[in-house]
């Protein structure tokens, strides 16, 4: 059974740099097939794909966000790492991590999300 735990800072100032680890436990996030997602859904809307990394390390971002928008790993920690750089109150939301098989259109594992908002 995959897992997936996100954790962070859950209130960061506008202009600031958000960020976000999602720790995996019950499957390698190096293991071929298997992206690992970053999803956010503002309060009231819908959700939002942010962008995902590979099992080679090879990342993918949406072209609204890729600006501001850097996704890493640690291997060693079984760990992915997302960091949304110069944030707004538009921002806040809670902030999902998951894992998709073969393809970025949808996902079978979830963490249980984070919220974060954006505020002096």
């Known amino acids: 059974q995959v897992q997936l735990q996100e954790s962070g800072p859950g209130l960061v100032k506008p202009s600031q740099t958000l960020s976000l680890t999602c720790t995996v436990s019950?499957?390698?996030?190096?293991?071929?097939?298997?992206?690992w997602s970053w999803i956010r859904q503002p309060l009231g809307k819908g959700l939002e794909w942010m962008g995902a990394?590979?099992?080679?390390?090879?990342?993918y971002y949406s072209p609204s966000l890729k600006s501001r928008t850097s996704i890493s790993r640690d291997t060693s920690k079984n760990q992915f790492t997302l960091q949304l750089s110069s944030v707004t109150p538009e921002d806040t939301a809670v902030y999902y991590c998951?894992?998709?098989?073969?393809?970025?259109?949808?996902?079978?594992?979830w963490g249980q999300g984070t919220q974060v908002t954006v505020s002096s």
């Open positions: 990394i590979y099992a080679s390390g090879s990342t």
């Open positions: 019950g499957g390698s996030i190096t293991t071929n097939y298997y992206f």
């Open positions: 998951a894992r998709a098989p073969g393809s970025i259109r949808w996902n079978d594992y």
